[in-house]
């Protein structure tokens, strides 16, 4: 189903099926033998969703047989993919509380479970916006797994459409106090107008030595929906009712970098093929048409 300006989701449907497919990227990459990112919470989060293709793909069930050119080091290499991606995430935020920031903001939260397995130090606090729907159900989840917060936790459930800042400073933001902010996962699926008013927000509500950190997508500028609607197709016949191709906004957009240079932060970014070499993983396979993003640069930036 084709986006619209008022469309909701739960974490079954739509983008927020999305959020439970990288939570089961970031099982399968918690249970990987070399233990690039612990996650407890995301196998027994993604059960609880209750989508049947995810389940099987956590338990090594899928039949790969149905999927085209899809071989034993791409899958892989996508599970190294998500833990490049969430260790990036995981240490930005360590990084950042290190040099004294105890504000964190998570922007579209899903099933993210940072401030729970994170070390969080004492006397930060951690919010989590998202749809309503997606904190209750993660909220709720969470607590009969009898979880406790690392940090202290606010959530607030609005739509980002909404005036979401106004939600925030409710909460308790502290807008003269430095923030460590995160939009993982989140560019894509907006506008690209709704993509600079979200960096003007965050910069508006920043104090100096803020950070923030996020993706950059070189390959939405060139995404075409049809070939990633055939792509997610494929997983229809596993159960997978996920059209990739009428989530994603594609076409010309602000190069993130350039933008939050232009707004004063210090940037730096690092393509996720640089990452994978400090790891010591495997190179990624090269990016062709099996990648309908190709290379991500990963983000972080500081206001001085």
Known sequence: MARTNDDTWDLTSSV????????????LATKD?????????ADPLVRAVGIDFFIKMIDGELDGSLFDDVTPERVQAMIDGMAVRAKFFDDYFISSTDRGIRQAVILASGLDARAYRLPWPAGTTVYEIDQPQVIEFKTSVLEDLGAQPTAQRHTIGIDLREDW???LRA???DVTAPTAWV???????LPPEAQDQLFDTITSLSAPGSAVATEYVPGIMDFDPAKATEMTAKARD?????DMGSLVYPGPRSHVIDYLDSKGWDVTGTPGDELFRRLGLPASPEHDDNDPFGEIV?????LD
């Open 16 to 27: 927020g099926a999305t959020a439970t497919m990288v939570a089961a990227g970031r099982a």
């Open 171 to 173: 909460a308790g933001f």
């Open 33 to 41: 033998p070399r233990h690039l990112i612990d996650d407890p919470f």
């Open 298 to 302: 990963y983000v972080s930036a500081t």
């Open 183 to 189: 939009a993982e996962g989140l560019l894509v699926y």
């Open 238 to 242: 596993q159960g997978l009712d996920l």
């Open 165 to 167: 800042p106004a939600a």
